[in-house]
Nanobody
Framework: VQLVESGGGSVQPGESLRLSCVAS????????MSWVRQAPGKEVEWVAG???????????SYADSVKGRFTISRDNAKNTLYLQMNSLKTDDTGVYYC?????RGQGTQVTVS
């Protein structure tokens, strides 16, 4: 299983970023997926999750800290998970990982300052 994140960068507060995660080695469409993050000196924090259900029934959930600002989505045809991050805050700084327990990618750095 391989999960490869991209799209991180350095932005100012209030700006946006879109993260992507391309999955291989799994039947992507059959798996619930998540984004987690780790801020410097802190433990890993769950950010958002999305179910594997067909789009009509698909459900997304968010940590309170990102609700209303972040949107998780997926494109099963492309084996890709996304995280649209708007109105970024300094507290959003960290390494963001795509996760399908127990698998996690190498992460992509997001810096808001």
């Amino acid at each position: 299983v391989q999960l490869v994140e991209s799209g991180g960068g350095s932005v100012q507060p209030g700006e946006s970023l879109r993260l992507s995660c391309v999955a291989s080695g799994i039947t992507f469409s059959r798996h619930d997926m998540s984004w987690v993050r780790q801020a410097p000196g802190k433990e890993v924090e769950w950010v958002a999750g999305i179910t594997s259900l067909p789009s009509l029934f698909r459900a997304a959930s968010y940590a309170d800290s990102v609700k209303g600002r972040f949107t998780i989505s997926r494109d099963n045809a492309k084996n890709t998970l996304y995280l649209q991050m708007n109105s970024l805050k300094t507290d959003d700084t960290g390494v963001y990982y795509c996760e399908r327990t127990p698998y996690r990618g190498q992460g992509t750095q997001v810096t808001v300052s």
